[in-house]
């Protein structure tokens, strides 16, 4: 009875099992085209997923940076790349001038140039805007590829290449600087790290001289493109010394360091604003140093063929302490003696407070502070939790990639949690390590499931009811991560930051433009050789949406010309006035958010420019604006605070607005306060401008006060003068009387 | 006999017709917007022996830069253009430059014709004082000339001058009513007569021009006209004493600073779609559309409402007395009611003027793209002081570019709007070009592609091996 009622039992058991069978058969005849299918799906997605901003709002470039790449590129096409090289751009840093052509990574405005140039040629006639907004999805696409290609490198396994692409193309943290608009070096420079280390690997796999050959010229892309190339530059020779102490060490690496180092640098050096700092800045010095090192190497290499075996094992233990040492020391004496140097962003991350304590500019700036635990999770979301799943793989069978892999992740862990902004170089490694350890995870379960369906005998060591679940639960995780980046794209990171919105109660949304309407009055209503004084943030978005010279901008190379303005910010209206005649400012610009509780607004920047105007001038005390111990702007602010420069002009006539219901008149609704000083009239400033949600407030410069009369004078009491004086230089016979007005100059 | 010398009398023009006069002439000056409205009811009588064809009308050269239409009325219905004739005499003598105009039907041998002389000006004001607060209203100068200045014997006229609010005015010999003063009527003015008076009043009307507008139309047989109007604007008016004060003027005090412009609509077709709204730096995100009936009723050419797309446009910020602002309006219309074809024979129909009605233009160009590869292109120019230029315009996967046709205008506004047509000769065979083009270059890099992929090279092999 049993036995007949098995017999139709299996054959039904078995027919399925034929039916899986043909499933997986063809399944994998046709994995190539699900490969390609699949690579080409990440590739529109990573695009789709960055174009929120154009959809939400329109194809503009956004925030500060990209307003000063958007406008090179415009130079450089308008007047090509020669032109650019020598660009001496006076319409910024005034009085100074910057000289663009020697300062700029130009890789990121070259592609755009050449994408432009070449869709040009094939006459379609693109404008260089809706290039340069579009470029980093575009660039996006192509890191899912490489990152796809890097995981296959690692793992020889290209399902794991797959998961990768697809974590690389959506994760919010690399989102956040290459969505539409957002036309940034890293939009471009996140490909050529990515693509590099790719091509790096793949000439470590083969040994090949031509693929070092292409990732020195993958590295060469990074230079041009980004200050972050640094990275590469000491993560390759610290791999390669992490090789050679554990003994791992082959001629294939020795082929492919040698190649990609010596090509690498020197095409390095062809990028001007590079130069001979690939030479000598300490960056590069580990690189150096590898590279003797490894020489060495070889050397007892060939040695040992003529020593016996005893001597071999002494000399390479001395030789080899020696050489690191001196390396070592040499190092040290050098950074000692200043011949190489640490830049100041690179201090920071060799020690996080170093900036704190000296360079308070890179301290204000807020992609510099220390990453929190929330913008971790915000922008690497669960890959974190399968980071150590991908390094426990890599370590646990180590290969010569997947060491590479796991140094690479460890540094950036390190880099990223000193600094936000480094969350960009950690994004792929996390991806790819994520994808690795999934895919890993996955192959596993699948293999328990496989033999379960297809009724291999093979034991399985997990039990298939578990990898079930298993694959369930991993399936969760990566859809909520979708599900996350998806968020994370359309409303986190699609914001251009120019243009702000906010919705009523209706649910409508509702566009402030302040930014564009105060930034185009200037451009049209001022005169075109007008100096407009702001903090440096604004810098940038004023040479590019106003066309007018600035004094300082988001480049910050000169700390003294900040801190200058920082000093007229924070000083008195009459102090400020003199600052500003010196420095032929004709327009103060102010950003004051209190009306409609705009919070990024000047005021609550202005302890740093009171800390950066007082690391050069050291007579602004950071104390003194504190009002009973507290940074305030209700009657309880310090003195100096209420007569400064920014508090005046920031609440100028704020005081008979009424801003909220059921407050007085004047009150701030960022600071939550009502404002202290009420019914000042500014004596050297007038107002020229003010947006219609106030965000944006212009003011002019007035013209000095007529002098008080001349007088003439006798030459009897002119000669008396100068006998009083006692002083070679001959005066007019005209005493000019000073102006009781008129306050002292600075020095004084 | 008399036909050779009534023909005599006719090329003698206006020095010569002494049997022709005015009987009466009506004159009302509208004051009170941006810009001044003249409209004279004139009855010209004809005691001569001959009929009168031509009525010839006098701008003194103080105003003829500022005059931009000109137009007689005849029975409220039609139009007659004015057309402007050399006269040395005019000149020279009286310093004034000579309309003509020409009679449908001429006046007849003692017969008397009454009429409507339209004139429009722009920048006559002169605000006074030159610089006021934002919330202050703006006063403003004109001088006129009270007499009807004209080459005829004028039996009576007066003048009437309508304004929102009269500070002052210089010739005392007037009838102040409701704000609006009546000089006359005189009898028996000789012709070329000046009588000079000073009015000033208030206008808080902002006395706004296009100091330049381009409007571009892109035609392409796909099926689509883009048109791009870009406009520089420009206020003539009073100017910003001292501080702007966003204080007071605020966005929910909605009658502060009036003589700044706010906003401005535009007319469109009613089968416009895809309309933008931009500037350098942008969109402007403050502008609303929507399709209504619109009666546009000044010249009393269209009295019948017409549908349109309204779209109300408000620049980035409102333009104060001196300040500038630009701004471009796009919009598509699809071919089927502008382009008409008989075989390889089209004619495209668009209005000449631009789109924005209550502002005019002081340099005006208007662009005509047609598609790569017509020929035999002819046009009727509507007015006589076109200047025409031609150049190419490379576009989307142009080879020669496309054939672009400039013309340039001074003073231009909605009253010039007649339908311009332009007609040419295009191929069907050229509208496949392009695609064709594109079809055999992506073959040529896939062909390629194959060629080399199956191609096997018998040296590259053995070196791998």
């Given at each position: 009875?049993?036995?007949?009622?098995?017999?139709?039992?299996?054959?039904?058991?078995?027919?399925?099992?034929?039916?899986?069978?043909?499933?997986?058969?063809?399944?994998?005849?046709?994995?190539?085209?699900?490969?390609?299918?699949?690579?080409?799906?990440?590739?529109?997605?990573?695009?789709?997923?960055?174009v929120?901003?154009?959809?939400?709002?329109?194809?503009?470039?956004?925030?500060?940076?990209?307003?000063?790449?958007?406008?090179?590129?415009?130079?450089?096409?308008k007047?090509?790349?020669?032109?650019?090289?020598?660009?001496?751009?006076?319409?910024?840093?005034?009085?100074?001038?910057?000289?663009?052509?020697?300062?700029?990574?130009p890789?990121?405005?070259?592609?755009?140039?050449?994408?432009?140039?070449?869709?040009?040629?094939?006459?379609?006639?693109?404008?260089?805007?809706n290039?340069?907004?579009?470029?980093?999805?575009?660039?996006?696409?192509?890191?899912?590829?490489?990152?796809?290609?890097?995981?296959?490198?690692?793992?020889?396994?290209?399902?794991?290449?797959?998961?990768?692409?697809?974590?690389?193309?959506?994760?919010p943290?690399?989102?956040?600087?290459?969505?539409?608009?957002?036309?940034?070096?890293?939009?471009?420079?996140?490909?050529?790290?990515?693509?590099?280390?790719?091509?790096?690997?793949?000439?470590?796999?083969?040994?090949?001289?031509?693929w070092?050959?292409?990732?020195?010229?993958?590295?060469?892309?990074?230079?041009?493109?980004?200050?972050?190339y640094?990275?590469?530059?000491?993560?390759i020779?610290?791999?390669?010394?992490?090789?050679?102490?554990?003994?791992r060490?082959?001629?294939?690496?020795?082929?492919?360091?040698?190649?990609?180092?010596?090509?690498?640098?020197?095409?390095?050096?062809?990028?001007?604003?590079?130069?001979?700092?690939?030479?000598?800045?300490?960056?590069?010095?580990?690189?150096?140093?590898?590279f003797?090192?490894?020489?060495?190497?070889?050397?007892?290499?060939?040695?040992?063929?003529?020593?016996?075996?005893?001597?071999?094992?002494v000399?390479?233990?001395?030789?080899?302490?020696?050489?690191?040492?001196?390396?070592?020391?040499?190092?040290?004496?050098?950074?000692?003696?200043?011949?190489?140097?640490?830049?100041?962003?690179?201090?920071?991350?060799?020690?996080?407070?170093?900036?704190?304590?000296?360079?308070?500019?890179?301290?204000?700036?807020?992609?510099?502070?220390?990453?929190?635990?929330?913008?971790?999770?915000?922008?690497?979301?669960?890959?974190?939790?399968?980071?150590?799943?991908?390094?426990?793989?890599?370590?646990s069978?180590?290969?010569?990639?997947?060491?590479?892999?796991?140094?690479?992740?460890?540094?950036a862990?390190?880099?990223?949690?000193?600094?936000?902004?480094?969350?960009?170089?950690?994004?792929?490694?996390v991806?790819?390590?994520?994808g690795?350890?999934?895919?890993?995870?996955?192959?596993?379960?699948s293999?328990?499931?496989?033999?379960?369906?297809?009724?291999?005998?093979?034991?399985?060591?997990?039990?298939?009811?578990?990898?079930?679940?298993?694959?369930?639960?991993?399936?969760?995780?990566?859809?909520?991560?979708?599900?996350?980046?998806?968020?994370?794209?359309?409303?986190?990171?699609?914001?251009?930051?120019?243009?702000?919105?906010?919705?009523?109660?209706?649910?409508?949304?509702?566009?402030?433009?302040?930014?564009?309407?105060?930034?185009?009055?200037?451009?049209?209503?001022?005169?075109a050789?007008?100096?407009?004084?702001?903090?440096?943030?604004?810098?940038?978005?004023?040479?590019?949406?106003?066309?007018?010279?600035?004094?300082?901008?988001?480049?910050?190379?000169?700390?003294?010309?900040?801190?200058?303005?920082?000093?007229?910010?924070?000083?008195?209206?009459?102090?400020?006035?003199?600052?500003?005649?010196?420095?032929?400012?004709?327009?103060?610009?102010?950003?004051?958010?209190?009306?409609?509780?705009?919070?990024?607004?000047?005021?609550?920047?202005?302890?740093?420019?009171?800390?950066?105007g007082?690391?050069?001038?050291?007579?602004i005390?950071?104390?003194?604006?504190?009002?009973?111990g507290?940074?305030?702007?209700?009657?309880?602010?310090?003195?100096?605070?209420?007569?400064?420069?920014?508090?005046?002009?920031?609440?100028?006539?704020?005081?008979?607005?009424?801003?909220?219901?059921?407050?007085?008149?004047?009150?701030?609704?960022?600071?939550?306060?009502?404002?202290?000083?009420?019914?000042?009239?500014?004596?050297?400033?007038?107002?020229?401008?003010?947006?219609?949600?106030?965000?944006?407030r212009i003011?002019?410069?007035?013209d000095?006060?007529?002098?008080?009369?001349?007088?003439?004078?006798?030459?009897?009491?002119?000669?008396?003068?100068?006998?009083?004086?006692?002083?070679?230089?001959?005066?007019?016979?005209?005493?000019?009387?000073?102006?009781?007005?008129?306050?002292?100059?600075?020095?004084? | 006999?008399?036909?050779?010398?009534?023909?005599?009398?006719?090329?003698?023009?206006?020095?010569?017709?002494?049997?022709?006069?005015?009987?009466?002439?009506?004159?009302?000056?509208?004051?009170?917007?941006?810009?001044?409205?003249?409209?004279?009811?004139?009855?010209?009588?004809?005691?001569?022996?001959?009929?009168?064809?031509?009525?010839?009308?006098?701008?003194?050269?103080?105003n003829?830069?500022?005059?931009?239409?000109?137009g007689?009325?005849?029975?409220?219905?039609?139009?007659?253009?004015?057309?402007?004739?050399q006269?040395?005499?005019?000149?020279?003598?009286?310093?004034?430059?000579?309309?003509?105009?020409?009679?449908?039907?001429?006046?007849?041998?003692?017969?008397?014709?009454?009429?409507?002389?339209?004139?429009?000006?722009?920048?006559?004001?002169?605000p006074?004082?030159?610089?006021?607060?934002?919330?202050?209203?703006?006063?403003?100068?004109?001088?006129?000339?009270?007499?009807?200045?004209?080459?005829?014997?004028?039996?009576?006229?007066?003048?009437?001058?309508?304004?929102?609010?009269?500070?002052?005015?210089?010739?005392?010999?007037?009838?102040?009513?409701?704000?609006v003063?009546?000089?006359?009527?005189?009898?028996?003015?000789?012709?070329?007569?000046?009588?000079?008076?000073?009015?000033?009043?208030?206008?808080?009307?902002?006395?706004?021009?296009?100091?330049?507008?381009?409007?571009?139309?892109?035609?392409?047989?796909?099926?689509?006209?883009?048109?791009?109007?870009q406009?520089?604007?420009?206020?003539?008016?009073?100017?910003?004493?001292?501080?702007?004060?966003?204080?007071?003027?605020?966005?929910?005090?909605?009658?502060?600073?009036?003589?700044?412009?706010?906003?401005?609509?535009?007319?469109?077709?009613?089968?416009?779609?895809?309309?933008?709204y931009?500037?350098?730096?942008?969109?402007?995100?403050?502008?609303?559309?929507?399709?209504?009936?619109?009666?546009?009723?000044?010249?009393?050419?269209?009295?019948?409402?017409?549908?349109?797309?309204?779209?109300?446009?408000?620049?980035?910020?409102?333009?104060?007395?001196?300040?500038k602002?630009?701004?471009?309006?796009g919009?598509?219309?699809?071919?089927?009611?502008?382009?008409?074809?008989?075989?390889?024979?089209?004619?495209?129909?668009?209005?000449?003027?631009?789109?924005?009605k209550?502002?005019?233009?002081?340099?005006?160009?208007?662009?005509?793209?047609?598609?790569?590869?017509?020929?035999?292109?002819?046009?009727?120019?509507?007015?006589?002081?076109?200047?025409?230029?031609?150049?190419?315009?490379?576009?989307?996967?142009?080879?020669?570019?496309?054939?672009?046709?400039?013309?340039?205008?001074?003073?231009?506004?909605?009253?010039?709007n007649?339908?311009?047509k332009?007609?040419?000769?295009?191929?069907?065979?050229?509208?496949?070009?392009?695609?064709?083009?594109?079809?055999?270059?992506?073959?040529?890099?896939?062909?390629?592609?194959?060629?080399?992929?199956?191609?096997?090279?018998?040296?590259?092999?053995l070196?791998?091996?």
């Open positions: 009875m049993s036995e007949e009622q098995q017999e139709p039992e299996s054959t039904l058991f078995d027919s399925m099992r034929l039916f899986f069978k043909s499933i997986h058969r063809s399944s994998l005849k046709w994995s190539p085209v699900f490969n390609m299918t699949i690579l080409l799906s990440i590739s529109i997605i990573s695009c789709l997923i960055r929120f901003s154009v959809i939400r709002y329109e194809s503009i470039i956004h925030e500060f940076d990209p307003w000063f790449n958007y406008r090179t590129t415009q130079y450089l096409v007047e090509g790349p020669y032109a650019l090289w020598n660009w001496y751009d006076s319409e910024s840093w005034y009085p100074l001038g910057r000289s663009v052509g020697g300062t700029v990574y890789g990121l405005m070259m592609t755009s140039g050449l994408i432009h140039w070449t869709l040009h040629k094939l006459s379609i006639p693109i404008d260089i805007r290039v340069c907004v579009f470029l980093a999805p575009i660039f996006s696409a192509f890191t899912s590829l490489a990152a796809y290609g890097m995981a296959k490198e690692i793992t020889k396994r290209s399902e794991a290449g797959l998961l990768s692409a697809l974590f690389v193309a959506i994760v943290s690399y989102m956040s600087r290459s969505v539409a608009g957002s036309y940034d070096n890293e939009g471009v420079s996140i490909f050529a790290l990515v693509f590099t280390f790719y091509l790096f690997l793949k000439s470590v796999n083969t040994g090949s001289i031509l070092g050959a292409y990732a020195a010229l993958g590295f060469f892309y990074m230079v041009a493109s980004w200050g972050g640094s990275f590469i530059i000491n993560i020779p610290i791999f390669v010394l992490f090789l050679i102490i554990t003994g060490f082959t001629q294939r690496i020795y082929v492919a360091y040698n190649v990609f180092y010596i090509l690498g640098t020197l095409l390095a050096m062809q990028i001007p604003f590079v130069g001979f700092q690939a030479l000598h800045s300490s960056e590069h010095m580990a690189s150096h140093a590898v003797l090192l490894i020489q060495f190497l070889n050397l007892f290499e060939w040695l040992r063929k003529f020593i016996s075996q005893r001597g071999i094992i000399l390479t233990k001395f030789l080899v302490i020696a050489l690191v040492g001196i390396i070592i020391t040499g190092i040290v004496i050098l950074t000692l003696a200043g011949k190489t140097q640490w830049s100041g962003r690179s201090l920071t991350l060799l020690d996080p407070t170093y900036a704190k304590k000296y360079i308070p500019i890179i301290a204000s700036v807020s992609e510099h502070q220390a990453t929190t635990w929330s913008s971790f999770f915000f922008d690497l979301h669960f890959l974190i939790l399968f980071t150590p799943v991908g390094l426990y793989y890599c370590f069978k180590p290969t010569e990639p997947k060491i590479f892999a796991g140094i690479y992740t460890t540094f862990v390190y880099f990223a949690s000193v600094m936000v902004r480094l969350l960009l170089v950690l994004a792929p490694a991806s790819i390590m994520a690795i350890g999934i895919s890993w995870v996955f192959r596993k379960f293999k328990s499931i496989r033999s379960l369906l297809l009724g291999k005998p093979k034991r399985q060591k997990v039990p298939a009811e578990v990898a079930i679940i298993g694959i369930i639960v991993i399936s969760y995780f990566c859809s909520t991560y979708v599900l996350h980046a998806n968020f994370a794209g359309s409303e986190a990171y699609a914001s251009p930051s120019i243009i702000l919105s906010n919705k009523d109660k209706m649910g409508n949304r509702h566009i402030i433009d302040d930014y564009r309407e105060a930034y185009y009055w200037l451009r049209m209503n001022t005169k050789d007008d100096k407009i004084m702001s903090w440096w943030d604004y810098g940038y978005q004023i040479t590019g949406m106003s066309n007018r010279t600035v004094l300082v901008d988001n480049n910050t190379w000169n700390n003294t010309h900040i801190a200058t303005v920082g000093m007229a910010m924070s000083s008195t209206e009459e102090d400020a006035f003199e600052i500003c005649e010196k420095l032929d400012v004709d327009y103060v610009l102010v950003i004051f958010g209190g009306m409609i509780n705009y919070s990024g607004d000047d005021i609550n920047k202005f302890l740093w420019m009171v800390r950066i007082g690391g050069v001038y050291p007579h005390k950071e104390e003194d604006y504190y009002g009973r507290q940074y305030r702007i209700d009657a309880q602010a310090s003195e100096t605070m209420l007569n400064s420069l920014m508090y005046r002009l920031s609440f100028y006539r704020f005081d008979e607005m009424q801003t909220s219901y059921g407050q007085p008149k004047g009150y701030d609704t960022v600071r939550q306060t009502v404002i202290g000083l009420k019914g000042y009239k500014l004596k050297h400033f007038e107002e020229a401008y003010t947006s219609e949600n106030w965000i944006v003011f002019k410069r007035k000095r006060a007529n002098r008080d009369q001349v007088s003439y004078q006798s030459k009897y009491t002119q000669q008396l003068e100068i006998d009083e004086d006692n002083t070679a230089i001959s005066r007019s016979k005209y005493n000019i009387k000073p102006n009781p007005k008129q306050r002292i100059n600075l020095e004084e | 006999m008399i036909v050779i010398f009534a023909l005599i009398i006719a090329t003698f023009g206006l020095r010569s017709q002494k049997n022709v006069f005015i009987e009466s002439v009506d004159r009302k000056v509208d004051l009170k917007g941006r810009y001044n409205k003249y409209e004279s009811i004139i009855t010209l009588q004809n005691q001569g022996i001959v009929a009168v064809e031509k009525f010839y009308h006098i701008v003194h050269q103080d003829a830069d500022k005059l931009y239409y000109i007689l009325l005849v029975d409220k219905k039609t139009e007659i253009r004015g057309k402007l004739i006269d040395q005499d005019a000149q020279i003598k009286y310093n004034s430059s000579v309309y003509e105009f020409t009679f449908k039907t001429p006046v007849g041998q003692g017969d008397s014709e009454e009429f409507t002389l339209v004139e429009w000006y722009y920048n006559r004001y002169e006074l004082p030159k610089q006021i607060k934002v919330e202050d209203n703006q006063n403003l100068l004109f001088s006129d000339n009270v007499y009807f200045f004209t080459p005829y014997n004028v039996k009576t006229q007066q003048t009437q001058y309508i304004t929102e609010r009269i500070i002052s005015y210089s010739l005392k010999q007037v009838l102040l009513r409701n704000n003063l009546e000089y006359g009527p005189y009898q028996d003015i000789k012709p070329f007569s000046h009588l000079k008076t000073k009015l000033h009043l208030e206008n808080n009307s902002p006395l706004v021009t296009f100091t330049q507008a381009i409007k571009t139309v892109e035609l392409s047989h796909w099926g689509n006209i883009l048109i791009e109007e406009y520089t604007l420009r206020n003539e008016g009073a100017r910003i004493d001292g501080e702007f004060s966003r204080v007071t003027f605020n966005k929910y005090a909605s009658n502060v600073g009036q003589h700044s412009i706010k906003s401005y609509n535009s007319y469109l077709p009613i089968d416009t779609w895809g309309i933008y931009r500037d350098e730096i942008g969109n402007i995100s403050t502008s609303n559309a929507a399709r209504v009936v619109y009666n546009y009723d000044q010249t009393q050419k269209n009295s019948n409402g017409e549908n349109t797309v309204l779209v109300q446009l408000r620049p980035r910020f409102a333009v104060f007395g001196g300040w602002a630009n701004f471009v309006l919009y598509n219309l699809p071919t089927k009611k502008y382009l008409e074809n008989d075989g390889d024979l089209h004619v495209l129909t668009q209005n000449f003027a631009f789109s924005i209550d502002i005019i233009a002081e340099e005006y160009t208007l662009k005509i793209i047609l598609p790569e590869g017509c020929t035999d292109v002819k046009w009727i120019l509507p007015f006589q002081d076109i200047h025409t230029n031609y150049t190419l315009t490379h576009s989307y996967l142009d080879t020669t570019g496309r054939p672009t046709y400039i013309f340039t205008r001074r003073l231009t506004s909605y009253l010039d007649v339908q311009f332009i007609q040419y000769d295009f191929t069907s065979f050229s509208l496949f070009k392009e695609p064709f083009l594109v079809f055999i270059s992506f073959l040529t890099v896939f062909a390629t592609i194959i060629a080399v992929r199956r191609l096997e090279l018998k040296t590259l092999q070196k791998s091996e």
